[in-house]
């Protein structure tokens, strides 16, 4: 009887690039034995699959590497039935990442073999052994991160460069084996006339547009693989970064200490101190309101809103044809430019949003009698009663009556998350601020934004309907149209009859055809906002109903 073909991939891995660049590497050695091993196994059925699976320089700490993803990414298409390492810690040195990978493994009936190492991961005692055997690997490996980050720390401490990019005025010692750096005389006049900017101007903005000026350049790096860095225009984040580098002054920085170093200062001491006088002055002083205390009437939210990478969203606008748009926009947009991860929202759909889920968390509270943590029988008709007036005012008053209560405003992708301030909710309601219900404070809804057109509509909380009227006649002229057509009436007869051209009815009558679940979302009025009737028109709609609510963001 034949034996059933097992498909074995080969993965290998190496920590260091060291070595990498020769004809016959670590990562050949450890393919040959593989390779030699599935040979021995081919009475088994075994046959090794031609792809390879390398990662070079790349540490088993983590399970983001490149050729691992492709590999999984192929057992869960179900195209391997077995995986064959040279040692267990090439696939993974992480116990935890261990656990997934077996999970991942069994979920597409595949298995993995050591070629030096006997496990069979059917048994609970293999398991058992290949945990133990994981957790020393861990172990190892967290050891040797110590012990780097206390030679590091250690040398630092006696003023050596311990490697990374050299900083714009200073190159590393010729010879590697001293980690010292040296002045780059060229470099060096750049950031003395940066300090002498700065001096100057007393301001980033100031002291970046008189450096574009005069042509003051970043550093500039070229790297052995080719890749080029620097050489441009220095942004305001740079220069900041270079006039508080205590390497300019001769010291090397450690977290938050700094120590002397073996290298020679740039810039002179009382130069440096009267440079780090100003830009604690710029520092301290007030600009707007204070975060928290939102004394703008145009941006009731500000300083309370914060996205998922804990940047700040500052009040801006801009004027269109006379007319003023507001947004919230991370702070990195502004100073940073462009960063697909940043949000940019229209303040005014923003707030509304915000007031709508504070009002409706409230008006639930209320209605469940959960306002108070452990209240008394006699408690719980006026606390809710006081919550409920509290959220009736909110809807009427918007977001400036909401903005009083709120502490903090958290943004991820499709969630919000409001904390409201226990004593301002508890003197808004006359309420003791003890007795508030945590829950009550916390918030967490749906929040989403799309585009629609120009504009961005936001999602949040509850979705109101809202009828699409152009949507609605397209469709009952689609309908009615389509049977005209039915009844035998020729096209152009009816486009004629209807006074509208024959392109444009070809276009609509074909909407008869559209998912029956969208066209009662659309008479609904609860489309996907995107939704618009160009859209619907110009997208080559599949026949498929379920495609087309794919296609159309409306599936389940």
């Known amino acids: 009887m034949t034996k059933p073909v097992i498909r074995c991939a080969i993965y290998t891995r190496k920590s260091s690039e060291e070595g990498l660049d020769q004809a016959f590497n670590s990562l050949d050695a450890q393919h040959e034995a593989c390779a030699a091993y599935i040979a021995s196994q081919r009475h088994e059925g075994w046959k090794m699959l031609p792809a390879r699976y390398d990662d070079g ?13 492709r590999l999984l990414a192929d057992i869960d298409a179900g195209r391997i039935d077995m995986v064959v390492v040279y040692k267990i810690d090439r696939l993974t040195r992480a116990l935890a990442d261990f656990a997934k990978l077996v999970e991942r493994l069994d979920a597409a009936s595949c298995s993995f073999v050591s070629v030096t190492q006997a496990f069979n991961t059917s048994s609970s005692m293999g398991r058992l052994t290949l945990n133990v055997l994981l957790s020393f690997a861990q172990f190892e490996r967290e050891v040797t991160a110590e012990r780097i980050r206390d030679k590091i720390a250690a040398s630092k401490q006696k003023g050596l460069w311990m ?103 740039i810039v002179g001491e009382d130069q440096w101190n009267a440079v780090q006088d100003l830009l604690q002055a710029a520092s301290a002083k007030r600009r707007g309101a204070p975060s928290g205390a939102s004394t703008d009437l145009d941006a009731p939210l500000k300083g309370k809103v914060r996205d998922e990478t804990g940047d700040g969203l500052t009040p801006t606008h801009t004027i269109r044809r006379g007319r003023k748009l507001r947004y919230y926009v991370s702070n990195r947009l502004i100073s940073g430019g462009p960063d697909p991860s940043g949000w940019r929202l229209p303040a005014t759909g923003f707030e509304a949003a915000v007031a709508r889920i504070v009002a409706a968390h409230l008006s639930a509270r209320a209605d469940r009698h959960a306002a108070l943590e452990n209240p008394d029988a006699a408690e719980v008709g006026p606390a809710s009663e006081a919550v409920a007036a509290l959220a009736q005012a909110i809807g009427t008053g918007g977001c400036h009556a909401a903005a009083a209560l709120i502490d903090r405003v958290d943004l991820a992708r499709g969630r919000i998350g409001i904390d409201l301030g226990r004593g301002a909710l508890a003197a808004a309601t006359s309420l003791q601020a003890g007795r508030l219900d945590p829950a009550l404070l916390r918030i967490e809804a749906p929040f989403t934004c799309r585009r629609r057109g120009v504009e961005t509509r936001i999602i949040a909380g509850d979705r109101e309907s809202a009828p699409d009227t152009t949507l609605i ?77 794919r296609l159309l963001g409306a599936a389940r």
Not at 57 to 69: D, E, F, K, M, N
Not at 197 to 209: K, V
Not at 501 to 517: C, D, M, N, Q, T
């Open 57 to 69: 320089g790349v540490s088993g700490g983590t399970l983001a590497r490149p050729a691992l993803q």
């Open 163 to 265: 490697g990374g990019l050299p900083p714009l005025g200073y190159d590393p010692h010729s010879d590697r084996q001293r980690r010292e750096l040296v002045v780059n005389e060229d470099e060096a006049r750049i950031v003395r006339r940066l300090f002498a900017l700065y001096a100057d101007h007393h301001n980033l903005r100031g002291t970046a547009e008189a450096a574009a000026r005069e042509g003051l350049r970043s550093k500039h790096h070229h790297f052995a693989s080719g890749r080029r860095q620097g050489g441009g225009a220095l942004s305001r984040g740079q220069i900041h970064k270079i006039l508080t580098n205590p390497v300019y002054r001769g010291q090397i920085r450690h977290r938050d200490k700094c120590w002397p170093g073996t290298h020679p200062a």
């Open 473 to 549: 006649r397209a469709l009952r002229n689609a309908h009615r149209w389509a049977d005209a057509l039915k009844d035998g009436a020729p096209l152009g007869k009816i486009a004629a009859a209807e006074n509208v051209a024959e392109r444009y009815f070809a276009r609509i009558v074909h909407l008869a055809g559209l998912s029956p679940r969208l066209q009662n979302a659309i008479l609904e009025g609860r489309q996907p906002p995107e939704l618009t009737l160009d859209r619907l028109v110009k997208a080559p709609l599949p026949l498929d109903w379920a495609a087309q609510e």
